[in-house]
């Protein structure tokens, strides 16, 4: 496992980003030429989540950031609709921009959802980059989230929980935590429910596929992330032939916007990985 050093926070400001729509209902950010990289973002987010991922790369980069379904500007998926659904999901954006090939980093469900691509869609896939991502939550941690999945059709979107989940309280995290507090009020309620209730119960749907992703694989997280962990981090890593860990120290679960600069030069890392050798 590669510890990474805490890094100071340069998250750019949450100014929405124009968005096109698919014939399928799904919104993204488009920019840059190069080699695609699509990023996808987690539970209640939307694509501005990646704005300094989206900055850093697409001066190398076709950069295409999506809102997940139920997120941002893209259509809801029915209610009930399991992980399998967002991959298939994934799929046919894919087949709606063109996309023969691409990189894809993904984040929280996200990463869900781009190990699921990488599972099923083969060398359509050229990396995967794993982004606090799950993997076979123990029964304390499994129980909770479902617990959490359940209550929302009841009690509505959460918007302080998952603060206190996935920020500190120190000062590096503060515009990070309320670009986030702000994001999760702007989600669809019903959109929410549905991704999460995939979220809640997606973490052992792929989880025996990792073997048979042949494509370079990046797992990341920070070591204070108390649900997406190192341990699962590194377990991925481990079953993965190509995957390896990078660990960023003192950071929690939003990683890509508490630290940056740090990232932004694993993911560099990860880009720079041929296809045919670690």
């Not at 980059?129 to 939550?137: I, K, P």
């Not at 019903?190 to 370079?216: C, I, K, N, S």
Request: charged letters at 20%; proline letters at 5%; glycine letters at 10%.
């Amino acid at each position: 496992m590669d510890t990474i050093a805490q890094s100071k926070a340069n998250v750019p400001e949450a100014e929405g980003l124009p968005r096109k729509i698919t014939a399928g209902g799904t919104a993204y950010h488009e920019v840059g030429i190069g080699e695609p990289l699509v990023l996808i973002h987690g539970v209640g987010m939307r694509l501005e989540a990646w704005l300094p991922q989206i900055a850093a790369f697409s001066g190398s980069h076709r950069v295409i950031a999506v809102d997940m379904p139920g997120h941002g500007e893209s259509r809801s998926l029915p209610a009930g609709s399991r992980l399998e659904a967002f991959v298939d999901w994934f799929g046919g954006f894919l087949d709606e921009m063109a996309l023969d090939a691409a990189n894809v980093a993904g984040h929280s469900m996200g990463a869900l959802v781009a190990g699921g691509a990488a599972a099923t869609f083969g060398e359509r896939i050229r990396r995967v980059a794993y982004l606090n991502g799950v993997y076979r939550r123990d029964s304390e941690a499994k129980a909770a989230v479902l617990a959490r999945a359940a209550a929302i059709p009841v009690t509505g979107v959460d918007k302080e929980g998952p603060l206190l989940r996935w920020f500190g309280d120190d000062a590096q995290s503060a515009t990070a935590r309320e670009l986030t507090r702000n994001w999760l009020g702007l989600v669809d309620p019903q959109g929410y429910a549905t991704a999460y209730a995939a979220f809640a119960g997606g973490d052992e749907t792929y989880a025996d596929r990792w073997p048979q992703v042949l494509v370079p694989a990046l797992f990341l997280t920070g070591s204070d992330d108390p649900n997406s962990t190192p341990q699962m981090a590194e377990q991925m890593a481990a079953a993965a032939p190509r995957g390896w860990v990078r660990i960023v120290e003192g950071h929690r679960h939003m990683v890509n916007l508490t630290a940056p600069e740090i990232v932004n030069e694993l993911l560099a890392e990860w880009l720079s990985c041929g296809e045919d050798a670690r």
